[in-house]
């Protein structure tokens, strides 16, 4: 069975600092995808990236930056130079091909102080 | 707005009541979810749709749970005889269905925040 694990259930930064949401997930399946998503205090999960499991390509998006290494099974995303507006809980998720659900870890709360 | 809308966003019931709850996912996506969320944890699968088939349901769904998805539109999940432990968040899920890229990226709605007291 599929399962994701992050292990930092807070962290509190202070506003420039770069901080690294760490996230491993357990799978059998060959072929699979990680997601991360962003759960702002309104409630709604926002997507920021999707990841095959073939391509193990480390992706930059302006300040965010996400390393995924398959011989650790991690998949760990890193925000350079916080802000305030990027206080929220950060989940990180797996999807088999074999079926259809996402399976989130507990998710981490991240607090950025000015 | 043309993301996934729920509805209520709150609901405080009477443990023993029943609930429904209302999903409209975005107009074209074929697949729609429910996800149940506790506080301090993340979002764990209850079901799936593709289209009017409900394709998949989590062991957590009880007996007590039904979803429904008529015509392929919106969908409803009904809570019978709440108990307190169904108090959570139930966040509801759509995606346009099959692989690669923006096919398979589920866009989430804000979720209806359960009370059963």
Known sequence: AQKVTQAQTEISVVEKEDVTLDCVYETRDTTYYLFWYKQPPSGELVFLIRRNSFDEQNEISGRYSWNFQKSTSSFNFTITASQVVDSAVYFCALRETSGSRLTFGEGTQLTVNP | ?117
């Open chain 2, 1 to 117: 707005d043309t993301g996934v809308s729920q509805d209520p966003r709150h609901k405080i019931t009477k443990r023993g009541q029943n609930v429904t709850f209302r999903c409209d996912p975005i107009s074209e996506h074929n697949r729609l979810y429910w996800y149940r969320q506790t506080l301090g944890q993340g979002p764990e699968f209850l079901t799936y749709f593709q289209n009017e088939a409900q394709l998949e349901k989590s062991r957590l769904l009880s007996d007590r749970f039904s979803a429904e998805r008529p015509k392929g539109s919106f969908s409803t999940l009904e809570i019978q005889r709440t108990e307190q432990g169904d108090s959570a968040m139930y966040l509801c899920a759509s995606s346009l269905g099959g692989t690669g890229g923006i096919r398979d990226r589920a866009f989430f709605g804000q979720g209806t925040r359960l009370t059963v007291v």
